[in-house]
């Protein structure tokens, strides 16, 4: 399979790869996906509690190089937005900015799960 | 040492020169029919053929008229398959195969299923081995072939293919065996196997693609077959259609080399698949091999990576070129059926990667390809968040997964 170039680019250099504190009160984490569907995604951000403001994302990927390459996108573009807008993020967008074929539609389906269940987990211990 | 690295050889191999040599002349000298009766050109080129056929029996244990030449490994087992059920119907309607078989094995097999036959597919074990007891008692007065590979294609473990022949001897029911990966790499003997039809195909030990052979024995017992396609009544009339003389030329001049090597390569090629495990082993943990340990085919080598998806791993490989049980490599979204007849988890399905190696790899080339893919799964690692849970003391079996 051909993959587009910037799948190619974020594949061989991701962004933000990585961890954050799970148990810091203004992070938010992520996991979707499941092994036995060879993909799963750990995606987190941490918020500023005063502004909503996402400043830092972070993620790991289980998943063939599309997948990779969403979450790797994903977290590029919900650091610097507030909350509000990265849960609209959809995963059209992510299709088309990576040239996903449709048998790779899936994996940005996943990275947007994954950017609604990181803020989901940030908004229900905040506010817990 | 030249880029790519071709580690793919159970999938195909390159055409041998010699072999190329030997084909030349039945392309533009002697290109006659060899069914054609009536003049030189024909009787010329069927000379050629039946040496052809003669050498192939000889190196199976079998006699040339026992070999008749098909398109493929494909088209031999829809044909043993398919003409032995047609023939045989009124005997009776019930086949045995295994689940981790090739599909033109187990498709045919179906097709027959939804036309009223029986089928049985055997268990097979975490290794891929079937369990003879059972293969045994599974034998009915109606059964009519037993269908089982010499060697599997993707996870490289042999099947006991005297004793079950020994069994299906005994039990006066016809053996086929899909010797597709075995042909050329493994002794074989039809006649001391009690084999009675076995499939092969040319491209798969450097002769070309588009020829392969079913043997269909002759006596003790004399096989019959239903012809799967219809036309002049080439191959005894078992399999119509001009044969192909320089694949067919070519066929026998690759087997001849395969087998005149054959002890000292699979030697070879054997310590080469160790040499590749034990490197893996010492760097890197979670490494499970796919098949037997020792009753493999002897280029074959098949390791599930854990916690790293197969075709993101082939990605950061790219210079090697080596194939994956993985379901993205594929349109179908399922890992490898093989694999999960073994009972291997979807999760290590999808992170499998199989290695075929051949006559032209070298030591070189393992300690590479070694190099790369240790230093792949390693940064795959890095950024697979099943690893660092692992890691972390999580069992994974008992995270809620959201599917999807």
Not at chain 2, 35 to 44: D, I, K
Not at chain 2, 193 to 214: C, E, V
Not at chain 2, 326 to 337: G, H, I, R, V
């Amino acid at each position: 399979m051909a993959y587009s170039e910037k799948v190619i680019d974020h594949y061989n250099d991701p962004k933000n790869v990585g961890s954050l504190d799970k148990n810091d009160e203004n992070t938010g984490t992520g996991l979707v996906g499941a092994p036995e569907c060879g993909d799963v995604m750990k995606l987190q951000i941490q918020v500023n509690p005063d502004t909503n403001e996402i400043v830092d994302a972070k993620f790991k990927t289980f998943g063939c190089g599309s997948a990779i390459a969403s979450s790797s996108l994903a977290t590029e573009w919900v650091k610097g937005k507030s909350i509000d807008e990265a849960m609209s993020i959809k995963n059209t967008e992510i299709v088309e900015e990576l040239s996903l074929p449709p048998v790779k539609i899936h994996c940005s389906v996943l990275a947007e799960d994954a950017i609604k269940a990181a803020i989901s987990d940030y908004r229900k211990r905040s506010e817990g | 040492m030249k880029l790519p690295i071709y580690l793919d050889y159970n999938a195909t191999t390159p055409v041998d020169p010699k072999v190329v040599e030997a084909m030349m002349p039945y392309f533009t000298e002697s290109f006659g029919n060899a069914a054609s009766r009536n003049h030189s050109f024909g009787w010329q080129v069927e000379k050629v053929v039946d040496d052809a056929r003669e050498l192939i029996g000889n190196l199976i244990g079998a006699g040339g008229k026992e070999i008749v030449f098909t398109s493929g490994a494909t088209e031999s087992d829809n044909l043993a398959i398919l003409g032995v059920a047609e023939f045989y119907k009124k005997k009776g309607t019930h086949i045995i195969s295994s689940p981790i078989e090739h599909k033109a094995v187990i498709d045919p097999c179906n097709a027959l299923e939804q036309k009223g036959y029986e089928i049985t597919f055997l268990d097979v074990d975490k290794h891929g081995c079937i369990d003879l007891k059972q293969l045994e008692d599974s034998i009915r007065e109606d059964t009519i072939l037993v269908s089982l590979m010499a060697g599997n294609n993707e996870i490289g473990t042999l099947n006991p293919i005297r004793e079950i022949g020994q069994i299906t001897r005994n039990k006066g029911v016809l053996f086929h065996t899909d010797a597709t990966q075995g042909v050329g790499k493994i002794p074989i003997d039809v006649e001391e196997m009690n084999i009675d039809l076995l499939s092969m195909t040319a491209h798969k030990f450097y002769g070309p693609k588009g020829i392969g052979a079913l043997y269909v024995r002759r006596k003790k017992p004399r096989v019959r077959l239903s012809p799967i396609m219809f036309g002049g009544g080439h191959e005894r009339g078992m399999r119509s259609g001009t044969l192909n003389v320089p694949g067919i030329v070519g066929f026998a001049k690759a087997l001849e080399l395969s087998v005149e090597e054959m002890a000292s390569e699979a030697e070879r090629l054997t310590g080469l698949r160790q040499r590749l495990l034990d490197r893996l082993n010492s760097e890197l943990d979670y490494i499970f091999l796919n098949g037997h340990p020792t009753d493999r085919l002897p280029n074959n080598l098949n390791v599930s990576f854990g916690y790293v998806e197969g075709e993101s791993l082939m990605m950061g490989v790219n210079e090697l070129a080596v194939s994956s049980g993985s379901a993205c490599t594929s349109a179908s979204l399922e890992p490898s059926y093989v694999l999960r007849a073994l009972g291997v988890g979807d999760d290590l399905a999808h992170s499998s990667i199989r290695f075929g190696m051949g006559r032209f790899t070298t030591v070189e080339e393992i300690d590479y390809v070694a190099e790369k893919m240790i230093a792949a799964v390693k940064r795959l690692r890095e950024m697979s968040p099943l690893y660092e849970m692992v890691k972390d003391g999580v069992d994974l079996s008992t995270v809620q997964w959201t599917s999807h």
